[in-house]
């Protein structure tokens, strides 16, 4: 089976240190490309919706990656209709990351429990990672909000939102948290 994806996805728009983002208006959009940030620090993405990256097509462009950076903001974005993560943190160090009032949208006719719920949604790998995310609005997601793994991590979730219209309907695959098996002691004091 041929299947079709737009290049454009894999080759997401480099941000540089010192940067600020900012949709102007209600739908300022970035349509078909995400955004990488690469060995940088204080770095602002506000009110985008990022969206359209070959949905269907698992490892076809990330709607933001972020590596080896420091100091990043994240806030009133929404994020839908993305091939693979909404937001994936890795290789590299990703410390004092903030994610907040975002819309994660997982609405997607091409999910892969075939349920309509997209599953790669947030993804951590960083080493050493500290990441906040506070006041979001994850909805129809059947995963990964986020997936967490690696050493040395500190990770904050507080004051999201969880919403699945169909959960009960596609047999209940839903988790939030998903922690990886170096994060063996999460509950530990």
Known sequence: MLVDFDRAGKRP????SNKTA?????NATMKGKGLRLNAVSNVIIRNLTIGDI???????GDAIAIARADLVWIDHNRFHDVGRQMIAGGFGSTTNITISWNDF??????????NGEHYWNL????VPQTITIV????????GRAPHIDGAQRII????????????QQSGGCFH???AGPSVDHLCKH
């Open 13 to 16: 728009l480099e941000i540089g």
């Open 156 to 167: 904050h979730l507080a004051n999201n939102h969880f919403h699945n219209t169909n959960a």
């Open 22 to 26: 900012i949709g102007v208006g209600p």
């Open 123 to 126: 993804l951590f790998l960083g």
């Open 176 to 178: 939030a948290v998903d």
């Open 135 to 142: 006041n979001n609005y994850f909805h129809e997601i059947s």
């Open 54 to 60: 070959n949905s269907g097509v698992i490892f076809a």
């Open 105 to 114: 949208d997982g609405s997607d006719t091409y999910s892969s429990y075939c």
